[in-house]
């Protein structure tokens, strides 16, 4: 499978939000998709300082997702990865979480790394490390709840 992970440039927001919405409504909500774009556009004008990566099968954007320090606090969080439904099981999303994972180790190895997902990805990030630290019912959404998780350990890659 020929996958390359490279940094999200401007010209890529269309097919990341293509990529989102084909996670509608299983993954996000419809009302997660404003603010999907609203993160994009505040990567395109410097605003944010997430770093963001985009995921390509075949030279096709398939996925993508970043890593930050959204509120100044020394957590890093995750941020916004999918991958398109289409291409799920694939282990596509293995790759670009080995790859944030290994980044944040180089760059930030002391800080705790956290995540909000839902039960429907929690399963995903616990095979990598991540232990649930909150539960909230019914948070995104009626019937879609969100579990904050905490990274036991950064794994050696």
Known sequence: METRIRVYHKNDKQHCLDTFKSNVPDYFTEGEISEFEAFLDRLETGISKTQFYIIELHGKIVGCGGFGDKDNRNIISLAWGHIHKNEHKKGLGQQLLTYRLALI???????????????????????????????????YTDGLHRYDMVLNHLKPF
């Open 105 to 139: 180790k180089q760059q930030y190895p002391l800080l705790p790394v956290t995540i909000d997902t839902t039960q429907f990805s929690c399963w995903f990030y616990e095979k990598n490390g991540f232990t649930k630290t909150q539960f909230t019912e019914n948070y």
